[in-house]
């Protein structure tokens, strides 16, 4: 069965300073994406970031990088210079790389940036 | 930008009554699927609809529920008999075919089954 774990339900940063979300999943499959969605307080998930595993480099967008670890099957999020547009509920998901697949979700780590 | 939009942004309903929550996903893309988050909880997965049929359904998706894609733009979910635990915000998302197939989500309906 494919889960996905964050185990930080909130986390708080500094604006300007780097915060790490963490999540871990669990999968049989070899080939797989991964992705970082943001949640605002409006509601509509938008995509921070995303990651195939077959890819060994890890992604990068602008102030977002994610530190990829297939073996350990961890895949944490990293924000630089953080921002208080950043403040926001988390999602880590997973998808089988076949096509459609739904994502699994995680429970969403929520990220408070204090001025 | 292209975004997938959905009608109404929220919706109260009786039990028992049905609600049918529209979405418009992007227009090049051919896979579509319906999410919902109870409040406090994680997302989950419903349905997924490609080629005119349902693709995958999850436990959640019973007999209560269906998907159609009445024209060229809409889709759709209908919940027959709501139950109070049908309460949730739902999300419609959808993708192109091949690649990444990154899931675009709308700004989701709440529903509040009374």
């Known amino acids: 069965a494919q889960t996905v774990t964050q185990s930080q339900p909130e986390m708080s940063v500094q604006e300007a300073e780097t915060v790490t979300l963490s999540c871990t999943y669990d999968?049989?499959?070899?080939?797989?994406?991964l992705f970082w969605y943001k949640q605002p307080p409006s509601r509509q998930m938008i995509l921070v970031i995303r990651q195939e595993a077959y890819k060994q480099q890890n992604a990068t967008e602008n102030r977002f990088s994610v530190n990829f670890q297939k073996a350990a099957k961890s895949f944490s999020l990293k924000i630089s210079d953080s921002q208080l547009g950043d403040a926001a509920m988390y999602f880590c998901a997973y998808r089988i790389a076949d096509p459609g697949n739904q994502f699994y979700f995680g429970t969403g780590t929520s990220l408070t940036v204090i001025p | 930008e292209p975004e997938v939009t959905q009608t109404p942004s929220h919706q109260v309903t009786q039990m028992g009554q049905e609600v049918i929550l529209r979405c418009v996903p992007i227009s090049n893309h051919l896979y579509f699927y319906w999410y919902r988050q109870i409040l406090g909880q994680k997302v989950e997965f419903l349905v997924s609809f490609y080629n005119n049929e349902i693709s995958e359904k999850s436990e959640i998706f019973d007999d209560q529920f269906s998907v159609e894609r009445p024209d060229g733009s809409n889709f759709t979910l209908k919940i027959r008999s709501t139950k109070l635990e049908d309460s949730a915000m739902y999300f419609c998302?959808?993708?192109?075919?091949?690649?990444?197939?990154?899931?675009?989500f709308g700004p989701g309906t709440r529903l509040l089954v009374l």
């Open positions: 998302a959808s993708s192109e075919v091949g690649g990444v197939e990154t899931q675009y």
């Open positions: 999968t049989s499959e070899s080939d797989y994406y």
